[in-house]
């Protein structure tokens, strides 16, 4: 017998009518004889919705409590489709995190799955009912409840497919597949039928949120094959897996960007051995990720400009630390946090020569400004105001053949 987990996002819960809506494919699939595991998240909006009545309590909000207040979301809705399910005469139960358990380690907020107890829900399958478990969320050893990160439905539906040695894991959302970029801002993206587990890693871990950036790691690790589609058509999704299986044809297979990035530069620091160490050895003891560094050529040998990318969240306590370390020597520290981070991502780069000078031929054609620039075997990210983002990907996504 076939065991499917299936995911549906928050847009796909949404209403009662939704709801009542994925109640039927699940219902359809159960009939086909299937073991139906389903993953949800909370209703489009109920999170951020969560996130700022904490705040108006205090925004300095326990975060052990937070966990507790945001892992609700999903638990009404596996509840509600439950009993959705209850109501087209289909057996079904929903399972909270500390009833299966689900395990989890790490700090609140940004915990990761560790274990499950896969007996508990063999068991209800075996009696041929539905399982529904709310995603997002699991216990630690000590019984605290934990949220994955931000999309982390995702990343449940992965590793209770991993852990359960599911057939197929299927990622229902509301748009039908993975695009060339994000559909609902660049109309003309076009649907990718397949991509290697590699590229889609890329492209949400620098912007993609069609799929959560740690499910794809953990999909890829365990080679656990994905497919992303959508709540709404009948339309065929897209495949993600092994790239061995792939042609390709293009150079470039999508386009992805973030806002999440902000440039610092410190000014006038002094060039010799040791002060690069000297700033990065700090931020990375209080856990800030570095993305892009630069260094400008030193004019007069004595001093020189370091410019890096951190997290937006992260500014004020970067630029806190490098005051506060009185060995890092500097004139000036600014910051700009009005900027976008641009991506183009594809296998096909590696034997494909002149993509980086094309890129920025396209955004120079654009008068667009190149802030920073990173790159890897298969992927080139650069950095620019925030005011061209549209702009950049439009113009990448032409000069790529992906319109
Ligand atoms: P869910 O609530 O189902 O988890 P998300 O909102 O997290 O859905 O992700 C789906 C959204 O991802 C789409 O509505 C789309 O706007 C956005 N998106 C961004 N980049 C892409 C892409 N390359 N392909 C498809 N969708 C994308
Ligand atoms: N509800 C959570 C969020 O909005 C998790 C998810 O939807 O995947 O981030
Ligand atoms: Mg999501």
Redesign the pocket.
Known sequence: MTKKVLKF????VGTIERIQHVASIVKKEHLAGNNVVVIV?AM?GKTNELIKLSKEISDKFSKRELDVLLSSGEQVTSALLAGALIKLNIKAKSLLNWQIPILTEGEHSNARITNMNVEKINEHLNEKEVVIIPGFQGITKSADITTIGR?G??ATAVAVAKLLNADTCDIY???D????????KIPVAKKIDKISYDEMLE?SSLG???IQSSAVQTAMMYDIPLEVKSTFTERKGTKIFNQENIDYTKSVT?V?YSKDDAKITLIGVEDRPGVAANIFEPLSKAQINVDMVIQNISSDQKTTDVTFTVKRDDVDKTKEILKEKSEIKYKDIIHNDKVAKVSIVGAGMVSTPGVTYKMFRGLSDEKINILAISTSEIKLSVIIDENNTLNAVKKLHTIFDLD
């Not at 996002?9 to 796909?12: I, L, P």
């Not at 597949?177 to 609902?184: A, K, L």
């Open positions: 996002g928050g847009t796909s998240s489009a999309g439905s995702d959302t509301d748009v597949g993975v695009y060339s970029t994000d559909p609902n492209l993609a949120k069609v999508g992805a």
